[in-house]
């Protein structure tokens, strides 16, 4: 398949997004709206819908989820050594290590895996992505708290952890796995209304993502910023190809995991930062440079893969 047919239209879609906000068109209130919208209705049926449908057997890889995950933890402990090296406040430091290794999952890893690989390379990307989110969304908690200057409440961590263990993309992954093992059928017009729900997923996700960009705050901390995307979405996929490589993993498997670590910064690293003492600032350079890049990344990575 043809890389930039598939990788240039999804990122027009997002810098038409960055535009109608700019012009307007997208305003704070339907931002902040249509993004619950997305976040907690459209993402989640799409996801359920998919891997209810799915054969678990034969769609899911327990050495490419291992593999995925153990390139996550890796590049957190690159990232958190990193950090010793680089002249920051200590906020910003955990905001570092969640930008370099929480991937927005839900919103472009999953549409990238959808329009490159068709529904059965994206049923695979999802499961993978359940796996991921609930490692990543613990991870951001423990390095968040641990690097917040008031890291004394352990009743704001347990509160939080529960919080990201209800996250909706997690819910429906799991809800459609069960759903799957058991064969459980679906209803028609149940599926039919999932079906239209899908439709609308992925376009206004990424539509959401460029509309959420803001460059305002990258000059002030713009070569941390730099390494923390390179750390995003050059290090990370380059530990998970090597290991997937060594471990002779056949590429029709680990393709869908190397678009999840190829991933840039989660939109989420933002809303968290703020929840648990990280620097906000940080997060939105963080994750608008790091979307950006990623254009470009992802057709390296695929070409390579």
Known sequence: MNISSTIIPIFIIILLGLFAKKKGFITPDFLNQANRLVY??????????SISKAVLKTQMNFAVIAITLASVASITAIAFGSTRFLKMPRSSKGSFIQSSFHGNLG????????????HNGFVKAAIIAGFVMILQNIMAVIVLQYHSENNKSTHRMSDTLKKTMANPVIISALAGMLFSLFNVPMPLIIDRALGILTGMALPLALLIIGASLSFEKLKPRFLNVMISSFLKVIIAPAIGLLLFKFLSVHPDDYIPGLIILCSPTATLTYIMAKEIGGDP????AAISICTIISGLTYGVWLSIG
């Open 40 to 49: 907690y209705i459209a993402i989640p049926a799409m996801i359920f819908s």
């Open 107 to 118: 919103y472009i890893g999953l549409a990238v895996a959808f329009y490159y690989l068709g």
């Open 281 to 284: 600032d940080f997060a939105v």
